[in-house]
């Protein structure tokens, strides 16, 4: 049975040695070092993962779970007397409420914690909760399972990049491509849809938009370079990355100035497209202001405003108004720094001044889109915000 940590009971199984005091005894003060290889550890997560079965009753999951094997993290037991001394543990799983974790030694239910993750960007998360549940799991090597529910509710992909659900649009005259597609992309946050024509490609990418859209530029009758014009003069502001045989730099020419991100080499294979998902997926920009508190209400509407102002510069851009993308890479030059997001104001800066040099419309289209890509990126809320109750 998985970890549940939004289960708030704690049983010990029958076949558990004995862990010390009963179940009424004060809170525990320290944790022993976990004592087998990576290895070892490695092939325990994997075969707890292989026995999950689906949710259901109690074991129902209030948030989606996410694999998350970041390495060892650090995690100290607390009490009313300084925090004991921090050791690592090995994680499993993580959700937006709670973490999965091997332990070496029997905790019990209602033990306050403090963790430490490390963020997918760098540095790491200090976040306090509670173990609600943990296991013994017969060995060898001597380990526990607990699930640890956080005071805080956090946002995932900060810590895992994958548990951002990702909607990929192919373009695509060719079914069995479609099909070929949802084989090499076959991943759980992943959601495929395709369209055959030109119309069916705006009226999907209006619909629902998606994050990423590719394009067979190998099929005269879709007209991709006019496809990838509509829909940049509709708004869509996500990457459009082209597919082709043929490459070089006339093909990249005239992608840059239909509106296409680039363009990916055909053959596809899943080790080309995973590599382009890793390019193309930002890690989000979290305002240098976000712990401040009086600062926070302030920051969240100023986001809020940003993929306005995001459309505004493509539309711009689009139809060709130097002039008016030079306003408004000003006007984000002027108030993106005060909000903490230096990174905007340094690209609104090289925006303006391309527009004001009259550059060619393929460079200045391609500056734009990258300051409209840190503009969709940028959040107000740190690693973790309040917890909510549902």
Not at 160 to 189: F, M, T, Y
Request: charged share 25%.
């Amino acid at each position: 049975m998985p970890v549940d940590a939004s289960s708030s009971t704690g049983h010990r199984s029958p076949d558990a040695p004995p862990a010390g005091p009963s179940a009424g005894a004060p809170a525990q003060t320290t944790l022993a070092r976990l004592r087998a290889d990576a290895a070892t550890l490695e092939r325990v997560l994997d075969r707890l993962d292989g026995r999950a079965g689906p949710s259901n009753g109690i074991d129902l999951r209030r948030h989606a779970r996410f694999r998350y094997r970041p390495g060892r993290i650090s995690i100290e037991l607390l009490r009313d007397e300084p925090p004991a001394h921090a050791v690592e543990v090995v994680t499993r799983n993580l959700s937006a409420g709670g973490v999965g974790v091997l332990l070496s030694q029997f905790v019990f239910a209602g033990q306050r914690c403090r963790l430490s993750l490390p963020l997918s960007q760098g540095g790491a998360e200090l976040v306090r909760g509670q173990v609600v549940r943990c296991r013994y799991l017969p060995g060898p090597p001597v380990l526990h399972e607990a699930g640890i529910r956080f005071d805080t509710t956090l946002v995932p992909q900060l810590f895992i990049p994958e548990a951002r659900s990702l909607r990929v649009l192919l373009v695509d005259e060719d079914r069995d491509n479609h099909a070929l597609l949802e084989c090499l992309l076959d991943r759980p946050h992943i959601e495929i849809a395709c369209a055959a024509n030109r119309i069916d490609a705006a009226a999907l990418a209006l619909a629902r938009v998606p994050d990423l859209i590719l394009m067979n530029l190998d099929q005269g009758g879709l007209d991709p370079l006019g496809t990838c014009r509509d829909l940049r003069r509709a708004g869509f502001l996500g990457p459009i990355v082209g597919l082709a045989v043929d490459t070089g730099e006339a093909l990249a020419s005239r992608c840059a100035a239909a509106g296409f991100t680039g363009y990916l080499a055909r053959p596809l294979t899943r080790e080309s497209l995973d590599g382009l998902l890793r390019s193309l997926t930002p890690e989000p920009l979290v305002s240098t202001l976000s712990g401040d508190a009086r600062a926070a209400p302030l920051v969240a509407r100023f986001v809020e405003t940003l993929r306005d102002r995001a459309r505004e510069l493509a539309l711009a851009v689009e139809r060709g108004d130097g002039a008016a993308v030079h306003e408004l890479a000003r006007d984000m030059r002027a108030s993106a720094g005060s909000y903490g997001f230096p990174t905007i104001t340094d690209e609104a800066v090289r925006v303006q001044v391309l527009a004001a040099d009259t550059c060619d419309s393929a460079t200045l289209r391609a500056a734009v889109y990258d300051l409209i890509h840190l503009c969709l990126a940028a959040r107000a809320a740190p690693a973790s915000s309040p917890a909510f109750t549902q």
